[in-house]
T-cell receptor, first 113, second 112 residues
């Protein structure tokens, strides 16, 4: 158990809908990362927050957004969902902002039908 | 463009048969090279971080090494429970992103 908690574990929704994925980082970790894993693309970095502020952006679509709250938990919002958004979404956390190992949660499997 | 390539894509070994997994990278300013293990349907599990060429780290049957262009994950006398996908990733200094850039992984199967 990495100490990173993600909810829900599974989510099935229809195209065009909006969903929110939640992540609680390890105790003491200030940095939260979101990743998307699909069969053809592998693990792709989406976005990073550090102590409540957005720190870095990767391959995140404009339909996706995230935030980190004062208690350091984070939410990833996915809107106007398309079939191609079906994937595993992972949250990871680390103590420092950069150059350090990150610990991953068990993921949320999103299926868009 | 920063990129990482892992080989082989898949590897099947007999229990006790040692081997090495390769991770070749091209990055403008390596800030860290990471190895993770991932079991099906689970999140990646952190194994090692390497920061500079010549560095080595060991944990049980695994040993990670780093050169200026490659990293190797050596598996000595593997057991069936070592079966997993092994992912290599790096953080580079280009683009300002601190997220990890992952390779596609090596799917390792250890047969009893």
């Amino acid at each position: 158990d990495s100490g990173v908690t993600q909810t829900p574990k599974h989510l099935i929704t229809a195209t065009g809908q909006r969903v929110t994925l939640r992540c609680s980082p390890r105790s003491g970790d200030l940095s939260v990362y979101w990743y998307q894993q699909s069969l053809d693309q592998g693990l792709q970095f989406l976005i990073q927050y550090y102590n409540g502020e957005e720190r870095a952006k990767g391959n995140i679509l404009e339909r996706f957004s995230a935030q980190q709250f004062p208690d350091l938990h984070s939410e990833l919002n996915l809107s106007s969902l398309e079939l191609g958004d079906s994937a595993l979404y992972f949250c990871a956390s680390s103590v420092k902002a950069a150059n350090t190992e990150a610990f991953f949660g068990q993921g949320t499997r999103l299926t868009v039908v | 463009e920063d990129q990482v390539t892992q080989s082989p894509e898949a590897l099947r070994l007999q229990e006790g048969e040692s081997s090495s997994l390769n991770c070749s990278y091209t990055v403008s300013g390596l800030r860290g090279l990471f190895w993770y293990r991932q079991d099906p349907g689970k999140g990646p599990e952190f194994l090692f971080t390497l920061y500079s060429a010549g560095e080595e780290k060991e944990k049980e049957r695994l040993k990670a090494t780093l050169t200026k262009k490659e990293s190797f994950l050596h598996i000595t006398a593997p057991k069936p429970e070592d079966s997993a996908t092994y992912l290599c990733a790096f953080v580079g200094s280009g683009g300002g992103a601190d997220g990890l850039t992952f390779g596609k992984g090596t799917h390792l199967i250890i047969q009893p």
